[in-house]
């Protein structure tokens, strides 16, 4: 079945930087499109992004656009979302998804 492992969150400050990982795992990896969604708290859930190595390439939310870059290494199955310039509105728990499926989140904090 879909398994995906998010890692990579933490407490940072406004300015800093992370990178957030997916392994996933129980599906064509390397030709699927993969999002990473956020849901700040007492939120519902945002897109933030997708990535696709096919045509579809990549797109962002406006409000991540500039300062937060997806990749993936198909040969790890692993999603990457460089995250910069974080902002304390980019508090979250980020999840990235494969269809309907999405892993456990990791929480990313921006705070001084």
């Known amino acids: 079945q879909v398994q995906l492992v998010e890692s990579g969150g933490g407490l940072v400050q406004p300015g800093g930087s992370l990178r957030l990982s997916c392994v996933a795992s129980?599906?064509?990896?390397?030709?699927?499109?993969m999002t990473w969604v956020r849901q700040p708290p007492g939120k519902p859930f945002e897109w933030v992004a997708y990535?696709?190595?096919?045509?579809?390439?990549?797109n962002y939310a406006n409000s991540v656009k500039g300062r937060f870059t997806v990749s993936r290494d198909n040969a790890k199955n692993t999603l990457y979302l460089q995250m910069t310039d974080l902002k304390p509105e980019d508090t979250a728990v980020y999840y990235c998804a494969h269809g309907k499926a999405r892993g456990q989140g990791t929480q990313v904090t921006v705070s001084s």
């Open positions: 129980g599906f064509a990896f390397s030709t699927s499109v």
């Open positions: 990535h696709s190595d096919g045509g579809v390439g990549s």
